[in-house]
């Protein structure tokens, strides 16, 4: 130790005697809580893979059955890094718990990764994209890997939650976890496409997402995509295309949330996406509630426009009110007509039986309710009202409520009296968590 100080004082001393800079010796980098290791060759189809785990704060000290949710990564070799990073930063938030990330990667001598990622993360051969000497077209092999191989490994090396699997990739990456999302569902609950090659094949993941939404089955998945409005246009077009169709197909369970970054471009807006996607992803396990349908930066329960109170009488002395439902995606919403449950809120005249009818744009009647607990799901109106902040109306009484998925636009929340009776009346719409 003593000598270590004098050669330090030393090299000071000579420093600003010459002016000149001293190299000194220099160590590369290294991540915190992580480790490398390369697998077994695997048996599905022959190819050496490594993976870069990350481990969050608690990891080591935290109880033997304590366990992790886990979020696994295409192309680790790139992205790894900025998603670890992004996962702790979002869980010191409170709007994600801890964390496993898994990134997987190519083993051997400087593996070809531009190659090897198109042979795996492609489902299918594209006769537009294929060039001579380019192979691509093995997500199936790739895909059977990660279920079969990687996904057990991890899980019983690790002190991992199989019950929560986050899949998250870009580009390629992107095209491959929209690809797995749809050939086996169940596998991850959380998917983040950031800028996916959806034009591949001529929108083939497209047509598997239309293919599984004809069996009617549940999916139980919470997906996001994201893209640049500087990616190119066949990216832009596809990834719209892709978010506005499955949003109408209203497959069972399924959350999807889509988001077009203004000012990015194909790379530059990864760490955007991936740290958006994963809050939204992880919304449901948050402890700080503060994601809404625009993945993780609305409140819930947020009042969208309208809450207006108003007389209503006979014929056309109705209470109106109006929404605007903005971006990419359809939002669910509360619309209530509150009548009788004012009045032990102090309303002396409260209207005895509104009904409440939602009118787009073009004067068609989308969604009405004459008595909330007559509707489709009185069960999730009473749920949404809690998760809202909104009073409770009395089991059995005349108010009206429900809940509708509304495409962008603008809507016209239209109160009447259905016995013709008058009476004061509140209009309230309210978005929903997805």
Known sequence: ?????????????????????????????????SEVLALPQTSANGRDYIVYVSFPLTYETSRP?????????????????????????????????????VGIGYGGTDPDVGRLRQWDLTPGNDPVYDAPGTVTGHAEEFLTVIATEIIPFVES?????????????????????LYAAFQRPGL??????????????????????????????????????????????GITTTCLRFSQTVAALGIPRLRLAARMIEGGGHSGTKPENFTRGLRFVFAPQAWV??????????????????????????????????????????????????GPSLGPLGV????????????DSDGVTVATNDDWGDGSDPAAVTTASSETGAFAFAAGSSDAALIAQLAPGTYTLVVDSVSGAEGVALVEAYELRP
């Open 1 to 33: 130790m003593t000598v270590s100080i004098t050669l330090i004082r030393f090299a000071s001393v000579l420093l600003l005697l010459t002016g000149t800079a001293i190299q000194v010796a220099a160590e590369p980098y290294q991540m915190p809580k």
């Open 65 to 101: 059955d304590r366990r992790y949710p886990v979020i696994y990564l295409c192309d680790g070799y790139w992205d790894f890094p900025p998603v670890a990073y992004a996962a702790d930063y979002i869980r010191r938030d409170g709007h994600a718990p801890e964390a496993i990330v």
């Open 157 to 177: 090396t690790y002190k991992v939650d199989p019950g929560f699997r986050v899949l998250a990739g870009n580009s390629f990456g992107g095209l491959f976890v």
């Open 188 to 233: 991850f609950q959380g998917i983040v496409a950031s800028s996916p090659a959806l034009d591949w094949r001529n929108e083939y993941v497209l047509d598997r997402a239309l293919q599984f939404a004809e069996s009617g089955a549940p999916m139980n998945t919470r997906i996001y995509v994201g893209w640049a409005s500087g990616d190119e246009a």
């Open 289 to 338: 509630p503060t994601v809404g349908l625009d993945p993780g930066y609305g409140q819930i329960g947020k009042l969208i426009n309208v809450s207006t109170r108003g007389w209503v009488g006979a014929g056309e002395r109705v209470l109106i009110g109006g929404v605007v439902v903005s971006g990419i995606l359809p939002k669910r919403m509360l619309v209530r007509a509150a």
């Open 348 to 359: 002396t005249t409260p209207l005895a039986d509104p009904r409440v009818r939602v009118v």
